[in-house]
């Protein structure tokens, strides 16, 4: 059983940045992977950036490479998503979620690989 909280989210200007937190508590957030997914205006949920649980494997979806960041302090039972050059498209409701795989090494990419979800918390880029 786990419990996450997103929080950091807000409304930012076109090139802006934001860093979203997702606090965990419940079983060992450090034994699993990290993922962050958004929910776009008339869209699915879709998986942004995920790593692994030894910290070590990240991955992002092509939308965000080379402008956000994940990373995770495990003794705080933290996860970070930073959010750098923020762009109108990246508007959109933004979910944490852990993954109960094994392997510290994989990143989860699916949302059916996902076994606990935060309520989300919304990000609005203006032009």
């Known amino acids: 059983q786990v419990e996450l909280v997103e929080s950091g989210g807000g409304l930012v200007q076109a090139g802006d940045s934001l860093r979203l937190s997702c606090s965990a508590s419940?079983?060992?957030?450090?034994?699993?992977?990290m993922g962050w997914f958004r929910r776009a205006p008339g869209q699915e949920r879709e998986f942004v950036s995920g790593?692994?649980?030894?910290?070590?494997?990240?991955y992002f979806v092509d939308a965000v490479k080379g402008r956000f960041t994940i990373s995770r302090d495990d003794a705080k039972n933290m996860g970070y998503l930073q959010m750098n050059s923020l762009k109108v498209e990246d508007t959109a409701i933004y979910l944490c979620?852990?993954?109960?795989?094994?392997?510290?090494?994989?990143?989860?990419?699916?949302?059916?690989?996902?076994?606990?979800w935060g309520q989300g918390t919304q990000v609005t880029v203006s032009s």
């Open positions: 419940g079983r060992t957030f450090s034994s699993f992977a």
């Open positions: 790593i692994s649980g030894s910290g070590s494997a990240v």
């Open positions: 979620a852990v993954s109960f795989q094994p392997d510290p090494w994989v990143v989860p990419t699916n949302l059916g690989s996902y076994d606990y």
